[in-house]
């Protein structure tokens, strides 16, 4: 089992940032590949960033690219999810989840593909 809580969510102005942070416990958090999702209202989840077990190789959803990093402290078994230049079309619950499969794009977009997940964090960005 691998326990994933986030936090760092709220309320921002539209252009402003907010850093997201995922922290795992349980079994070896480095054996993982690790992404965001978000999901808003009546809408689906949707894929936001994927990072590979050791740091080195990461994947964006083009929505986001060049505003959002998501990058991995393996030594404090953490995942982090930096959001510049919000947008209110950003707002949604943000949900950090934990992959075991291969580290291709058309796997890493499936919500199904993924172990386990946390809780979410409500990011709304007001304009």
């Known amino acids: 089992q691998v326990q994933l809580v986030e936090s760092g969510g709220g309320l921002v102005q539209a252009g402003g940032s907010l850093r997201l942070s995922c922290a795992a416990s349980?079994?070896?958090?480095?054996?993982?590949?690790m992404a965001w999702f978000r999901q808003a209202p009546g809408k689906e989840r949707e894929f936001v960033a994927a990072i590979g077990w050791s740091g080195g190789v990461k994947y964006h959803a083009d929505s986001v690219k060049g505003r959002f990093t998501i990058s991995r402290d393996n030594a404090k078994n953490t995942v982090t999810l930096q959001m510049n230049s919000l947008k209110p079309e950003d707002t949604a619950a943000y949900y950090c989840?934990?992959?075991?499969?291969?580290?291709?794009?058309?796997?890493?977009?499936?919500?199904?593909?993924?172990?386990?997940w946390g809780q979410g964090t409500q990011v709304t960005v007001a304009s």
């Open positions: 989840a934990a992959y075991s499969g291969s580290f291709r794009p058309a796997q890493l977009q499936l919500p199904s593909a993924y172990d386990y």
């Open positions: 349980g079994r070896t958090f480095s054996g993982y590949a």
